[in-house]
């Protein structure tokens, strides 16, 4: 696990575009394609930002979705199939293929057929945040790292539903879904490569307990640390309270 802080989210954004881009084409270069994992919200706005800036050659990168709501149509503003398609598949070209969560399609049905299309991708580059609650995609603590399915149905617990909900996502609690469809642990660690974008103070406590504590369900982005190949790309407001030497 390599840590890196940068001075604001811009700059954060600006780096681990840059090194997801370098990773997808260094894939490219030596089987001649690449699958990768996007993830969504705020925390990645700059990270993506950058990305579709990149030198790829798109063509030939299958993308896979990281979680959706379950019960929201992809026309909602908190939809992250709406969040993906505005913000990189309509800014790159040629992209040759993103699966979609269908969060209004019957979700185990979604889950059995995503899961048997990652199966046959092994993933060279996963795009990932950290939530407020310490969650790695929509697995909420205390999570699953035992289940071996790719996709999996999740509740989503208070903490994780009032982040939608002051990220502005949603009108009020009520409207925040409690089920979502997401990527399971053990299919986010087969990525050859991590990149995880944290910035803003209110990661600050999650950043801590996920990067200095010891690795548990009730932190699930600590499993993060296990991982061979991880960078994790701080701004110093969500760095603030760790004590650990890390890279500037």
Not at 37 to 58: H, M, Y
Not at 140 to 159: G, S
Not at 165 to 194: R, Y
Request: hydrophobic share 40%; charged share 25%.
């Amino acid at each position: 696990m390599k840590i890196i802080q940068t001075k604001n989210p811009k700059e954060l954004g600006d780096q681990a575009g840059k090194e997801a881009g370098n990773k997808i084409r260094e894939a490219i270069r030596l089987k001649g394609y690449a699958n990768i994992i996007l993830a969504t919200g705020t925390s990645q706005f700059e990270t993506i930002n950058q990305l579709v800036k990149e030198d790829v050659a798109w063509e030939k990168v299958t993308v896979f979705h990281l979680d959706e709501y379950i019960g929201v149509s992809d026309t909602h503003p908190a939809s992250f199939r709406k969040y993906l398609k505005e913000r990189f598949v309509e800014k790159v070209k040629n992209l040759g293929a993103i699966y979609f969560i269908d969060g209004e399609s019957n979700p185990e049905e979604v889950c059995k057929q995503l899961g048997e299309l990652i199966s046959s991708h092994p993933i060279d580059v996963a795009l990932v945040g950290i939530g407020e609650n310490g969650h790695l995609a929509f697995n909420d603590p205390p999570a699953d790292f035992d289940t071996e399915l790719p996709y999996l149905i999740v509740d989503l617990d208070e903490p994780c539903r009032m982040q939608q909900l002051n990220e502005g996502w949603f009108d009020s609690l009520v409207d925040v879904p409690t089920q979502a469809i997401s990527m399971s642990i053990k299919q986010i660690l087969k990525a050859k490569h991590i990149i995880c974008s944290v910035p803003d103070k209110r990661k600050a406590q999650a950043i801590k307990d996920c990067l200095e504590g010891e690795v548990t369900n009730l932190h699930p982005s600590s499993i993060l640390q296990s991982h061979p190949s991880c960078s994790i790309f701080l701004d110093e407001a969500s760095a603030s309270l760790l004590s650990i030497e890390i890279e500037k």
